[in-house]
């Protein structure tokens, strides 16, 4: 629910702004305190996937709202400099593990490394158009913990190979085409802001998702959006549909 919010929150304070001037590093320091707060307070949680969530489409809409130069040279600064910080400080045992794990998975096969090998094999087990519907084994044998959630895009490789996951993966790029279409759109500068929010929920969710099932990034609790089970997400990406589909219809009534 905090994503949502904060999106809500970023579009009305960007808004008040003129749109057609760049914003420097003064206006950034309110917006910049009300997105690291409740960043923290999910980190400490601990769910350092939703943390890092919040910061990237805090980012995303940010960078949307067209920068100076020098803010986007002090964030990269700031970045670099708040990720080592973190790791050293902020972050816990087994998170620490997760990125030493992602650098080399075969080091620990049996204990660290299991589940981004399983993904890997199970991805790789789906070849070009898959065993079928309900036919991986990784996820009937039980090999792959949470199939269901965290790793679901693995078994969906498996099960539709890589012609049923380039089907997804389009899907997908015409949701996030369809969002930034609905930007440009729109005549309020604030929806545009909302919608540009919206789909970076989407897209990070998306990317970091199948990046980690993948191997290409470190593991993180980051749901499949639509596609992984589960409760609080599924109500978040239904309430982001239903506010661009607002946004969509309220272009022709106002």
């Known amino acids: 629910m905090m994503k949502l919010s904060l999106v809500l929150m970023l579009g009305r304070w960007y808004s008040?702004?003129?749109p057609e001037t760049d914003i420097g590093l003064k206006q950034m320091i309110l917006p910049s305190i009300f997105v690291i707060i409740p960043s923290i307070?999910?980190?400490?949680?601990?769910?350092?996937g939703s943390g890092i969530i919040l910061l990237l489409v805090f980012f995303s809409i940010t960078f949307y709202r067209r920068l100076k130069l020098k803010p986007i040279i002090i964030i990269g600064i700031l970045g670099l400099v708040g990720s080592i910080v973190m790791y050293e400080f902020g972050l816990k045992d087994y998170q620490k593990q997760r990125v030493i794990t992602f650098f080399d998975p075969w080091g620990d096969v049996k204990g660290h490394g299991y589940n981004a090998?399983?993904?890997?094999?199970?991805?790789?087990?789906?070849?070009?158009?898959?065993?079928?519907?309900?036919k991986s084994s990784q996820a009937s044998l039980s090999y792959l913990p949470e199939n269901h959630?965290?790793?679901?895009?693995?078994v969906f490789n498996e099960e539709h190979g890589i012609f049923g996951s380039m089907i997804l993966i389009?899907?997908?790029?015409?949701?996030?085409?369809?969002?930034?279409?609905?930007?440009?759109?729109?005549t309020n500068?604030?929806?545009?802001?909302?919608?540009?929010?919206?789909?970076?929920?989407?897209?990070?969710h998306t990317f970091i998702n199948m990046s980690m099932t993948a191997g290409l990034l470190p593991i993180?609790?980051?749901?499949?959006?639509?596609?992984?089970?589960?409760g609080s997400s599924l109500i978040t990406f239904g309430l982001c549909c239903g506010i661009a589909t607002?946004?969509?219809?309220?272009r022709k009534l106002f």
């Open 189 to 204: 500068f604030y929806d545009s802001v909302i919608v540009i929010g919206l789909m970076s929920i989407f897209f990070w």
């Open 170 to 186: 389009g899907l997908y790029i015409i949701l996030f085409i369809r969002f930034i279409w609905l930007s440009m759109a729109t």
């Open 41 to 48: 307070i999910v980190i400490i949680q601990p769910d350092l």
């Open 16 to 18: 008040t702004r003129d």
């Open 220 to 230: 993180v609790g980051i749901p499949l959006p639509l596609v992984s089970y589960g």
């Open 117 to 134: 090998i399983q993904s890997e094999i199970a991805i790789g087990s789906g070849q070009i158009f898959g065993k079928g519907f309900k």
């Open 246 to 250: 607002s946004i969509s219809n309220s």
């Open 149 to 154: 959630t965290d790793f679901a895009f693995s």
